[in-house]
């Protein structure tokens, strides 16, 4: 327990080392200040005790960003999963949309940055469009690969038994897409929530953990955006390990397909 | 019971896997495929099974013809393919549901089922903490329940360890005593086929699918070390011996993707 401790522990007292050298060189040589990490520590108790950052609190920031990222990673993830069964379990459908969805793929989601701005303006919805459009593709992708995977073996046992479509769809394919559908909707989170920070960068929501980063820039305030890059860090630790892996482990104990740990 | 008139099957543009192959299985009869991979065995079972459709030819249970799989045509898989999110009982309870039957029917006639093939004590428990040869019961168990008129089995206990095929082999004779039915069984095996036939077909590659026909004799089941056990080996042997050897199917029976 304590060895392990020390294995997760010991690279993150390396990066605060690095960190800090960084600092110190950076001052020495360049004569500009660099924030140091306890600087950035002292700055984000400052802030988490209430101090306005871009006129408004570090809460109103962080609700607004998760408000804006739960709303269109949530769309996306209801679309791509109906999208991803539905496309599994009719092969026309595939067949004429799976191109697409690959080439959604391939578009970065900073890239409908400008039809986004023409077709909602600058604001909220187009913000939660680019996030959405970014979390599709992986969701859509692997939960059809996951159904795909159950062709041949699941869907045919269950064919072989008699059952019809609504049996097939509700307790074969919804149960055996979800471990794919699983590691889909982590690839999805993790896409939409870079693409949230960078599109609060650019298209100016007025709010949010990437405005505040940008406005602390224009405002030479950088311990603010280091301040913030840490909140980012800690919901991504906290959306890991309190959310996708119990949820993984939990999954797992049912569902080891073929090749899965034996007992 | 079953019958192919003419039936031929290629997959894509490929040559023939099955080509011109007649055959009649008659009711209540163990019949075993017995032939080197890539002479269409798994195809001749896919077909029966309505998992693919004839190139040309028919395929007809009881006079009418196949179309699609149905409950009718058990069939045990090489993997046991039991679905992983659900527990044993709940395995075998499925295909009870799908012919409409209630959660008590169905719980009474899975439990009876699993006690044919020893899993009632596991009953609860989930796939994944299964042994191979624990599961394949399991997937016997949830065939039989439904009271199939052909049961098709294809390599079901190759994947098992020699004493657990052994046990395996024993009971499904011992079940097929209790229960008459048509069984299709595949395998590449002469000492499977030996133990477990009434009637051998010995396939090979196309053209001339089925190379022999051959009855065993009635008593069953044979011990493993008896003289009469020993000569029906040595018959098939001689059988396989005369079949070319390292066939390159121009694609494995198991790569073809199930046709809807």
Redesign the interface.
Known sequence: MIRRLTITLLPFLLFLLLWQATALLVEQLRMVPFPTPWQTLLRLGRLAAGEPLSDASLYRHVGDSLLRWLTGFGSAAFAGLLYGLAAGMFRRLELATGQMVHLLQLIPGLAWIPIAILVFGIGEPATVFMIAMAAFPPVAMTVLAGVRQLDGTYLRAARMLGAGKRAIFFRVLLPGALPAALSGLRLGMGNSWRVLLAAEMVVGTGTGLGYSIVESRWSLDYTAAFACLVVIALIGVLVEYGLFQPLEKKAGRYYYLEGGPQP | MIELRQVSKRYGSGADTLQELSLTLAEHQFTCLLGPSGCGKTTLLNLI?G?VAPSSGQVLLQGQPVR????D???V?Q?A?L???MSVLDNVR??L???GMNDLQSTAVAREHLELVGMLPHQHV?P??LSGGMRQRVAIA?ILA?RPKVLLMDEPFSALDANSRERLQDELLRICDLCPTTVVYITHNVDEAAFLAERVLVMAPAPGNLRADILLPSPRPRPRTSQAFRAITGQLRSELDRLPCCISASLPDCLC??E?
């Open positions: 099974a998992f699609k799989p149905g409950p045509r058990g069939v898989f993997d393919t679905f992983p999110w499925f295909g549901q799908q012919q989930w994944i903490r949830r439904l993707s199930v809807k």
